[in-house]
């Protein structure tokens, strides 16, 4: 079974609205970290946002917002007031267990277009 | 915040040579390097973790003796693609561990990434 799967290949964003990436996960452990990064068509990979699995509010980060919804296992992100700057691949990532040596698993991306 | 440098960004090389990619940690120690490959328009392949001062580990189906992982210190992690071909052409992408776990980026930091071409 895929560990992430992120169902929308491609999104398209009016300028100034809100857009929601779609993310669900599976794991059997109860620790684990969500990640979301942006990859722009450079290829570098940026670090967007964070869930803890023991996090009880959804995390935020400017524009930023993951919609965390544990029984379902879905992590969505949520970027409010899109730019153009946002156009780019989005990934969303799991991590399991507490040790942060533990390799990231990747959902298949999604690419976001912002439209003026 | 941690920082990790990618060199070279991209690399064109002849068929049948070798390419050295490097991943340098700048103010942090890594404990633990990933290396990825990326497709066009696909996701980020594990393709092996590196641990400083012992052998890497190789996911399955990735060629030890093509992707020679090397991670003398704690600050560098080499990844070697030798005698390259066509289908070798790929973005390779690093991503560290810092030893503190609360570090930025909740422990991970990705590389700029290198995209690699082979004539």
């Known amino acids: 079974a895929q560990k992430i799967t992120q169902t929308q290949p491609g999104m398209f964003v009016q300028e100034k609205e809100a857009v929601t990436l779609d993310c669900t996960y599976d794991?059997?452990?109860?620790?684990?970290?969500l990640f979301w990064y942006k990859q722009p068509s450079s290829g570098e990979m940026i670090f967007l946002i964070y869930q803890g699995s023991y996090d009880e509010q959804n995390a935020t980060e400017g524009r930023y917002s993951l919609n965390f919804q544990k029984a379902r296992k879905s992590a969505n992100l949520v970027i409010s007031a899109s730019q153009l700057g946002d156009s780019a691949m989005y990934f969303c990532?799991?991590?399991?267990?507490?040790?942060?040596?533990?390799?990231?698993?990747f959902g298949t991306g999604t690419s976001l277009t912002v439209i003026p | 915040g941690a920082v990790v440098s990618q060199h070279p960004s991209w690399v064109i090389c002849k068929s049948g040579t070798s390419v050295k990619i490097e991943c340098r940690s700048l103010d942090f120690q890594a404990t633990t390097m990933f290396w990825y490959r990326q497709f066009p328009k696909q996701s980020l392949m594990l393709m092996a973790t590196?641990?400083?001062?012992?052998?890497?580990?190789?996911e399955q189906g990735v060629e030890k003796d093509k992707f020679l992982i090397n991670h003398a210190s704690l600050t560098l992690s080499t990844l070697t693609v030798t005698s390259a071909h066509p289908e070798d052409s790929s973005f390779y992408i690093c991503s560290a561990r810092a030893d503190t776990p609360g570090d930025t980026n909740y422990g991970y930091t990705f590389g700029s990434g290198t995209r690699l071409t082979v004539v």
């Open positions: 590196s641990n400083e001062g012992s052998k890497a580990t190789y």
């Open positions: 990532a799991m991590r399991e267990g507490r040790n942060t040596g533990n390799q990231f698993y």
């Open positions: 794991t059997s452990d109860q620790s684990y970290g």
